[in-house]
């Protein structure tokens, strides 16, 4: 058989025999006097054999270390072994699908927030908040929270979203003083004010998220970038607030 024939009897393409050739997978047979490869069938076994093996999700690497068993031992480990990793796929699968149906009972029901999709505790943190206050204040909180529900490890984004359930219901007087913040000067006296009634509102344990200095980098630097100088400098000063108290507390 020629290369053609010999891929059309297994069903693959006579690129995938060369590509099989230059890995090792398939031994290439001598050629002819005329420069043709001739193939005969035992490399039509092989190669369907490989072909067999890579449809079952090995990896090239793979198919050759189970052809270099002779006794085929090492087949029924790898085997295992994907069948494991299968498994694993499937898992995770169904978790998808699952949170995927929540989301989908959510968009047909008129619930999808315009931030999502987004984890149940955020999602039940911004239902109980309610309609959106006309504040780009309120904008940007939720905008920074939809972020903070996917970089904070899933632990930690459970409490900080615990915490911020008991912001929520003051959160619209915060709000107004930091938007009338957006064109003073960082030395401006409601900077103060508003760090005041922030930290007022803030629980204990948010003190323990601290974010770094200006120019650390990070996620700091992003949601202080996007904030007015004395905006930021009332949020600052609301967290050192909280970070003082707290220390009182474990006093």
């Known amino acids: 058989m020629r290369i053609g024939e010999l891929a059309a009897l297994v069903g693959v393409t006579p690129r995938a025999v060369r590509h099989y050739h230059r890995l090792g997978l398939l031994p290439e ?3 002819l006097a005329n420069g043709y490869r001739e ?3 035992r490399d039509a076994v092989l190669l369907a054999r490989v072909r067999r093996l ?10 050759r270390d189970v052809l270099a068993d002779d006794e085929g031992r090492e087949l029924v480990e790898v085997l295992e072994e994907l069948d494991a990793d299968l498994a694993r796929q499937e898992a ?4 998808r ?3 995927l149906a929540g989301l989908l009972d959510d968009a047909r029901g008129g619930r999808l927030t315009a931030e999502g999709p987004v984890s149940p505790e955020l999602a039940a943190l911004l239902a109980g908040v309610g309609e959106l206050p006309d504040s780009p204040m309120a904008v940007k909180d939720r905008e920074v929270l939809a972020l903070l529900d996917t ?3 899933e632990e930690e984004r459970a409490r900080l979203m615990g915490l911020m359930h ?5 959160a619209g ?3 107004g003083l930091l938007d009338a913040l957006a064109g003073a000067e960082v030395d401006d006296p409601r900077v103060e004010e508003a760090a005041r009634v922030l930290a007022g509102v803030l629980p204990d344990g948010i003190g323990r998220f601290e974010l770094p200095e200006e120019g650390a980098g990070g996620l700091a630097d992003v949601f202080f970038a996007d904030l007015a100088p004395a905006q930021a400098a009332a949020v600052r000063r609301a967290l050192r607030l909280v970070q003082e108290r707290d220390r009182r507390g474990r006093a």
């Open 54 to 63: 890579a449809e079952l999700g090995l990896g090239l690497d793979e198919v």
């Open 151 to 153: 970089v904070v490890p």
């Open 97 to 99: 699908r699952a949170r």
């Open 92 to 95: 995770v699968i169904r978790e």
């Open 39 to 41: 193939y005969g069938i």
């Open 166 to 170: 008991e912001v929520s219901g003051s």
């Open 29 to 31: 047979p001598a050629r």
């Open 173 to 175: 007087q915060v709000y």
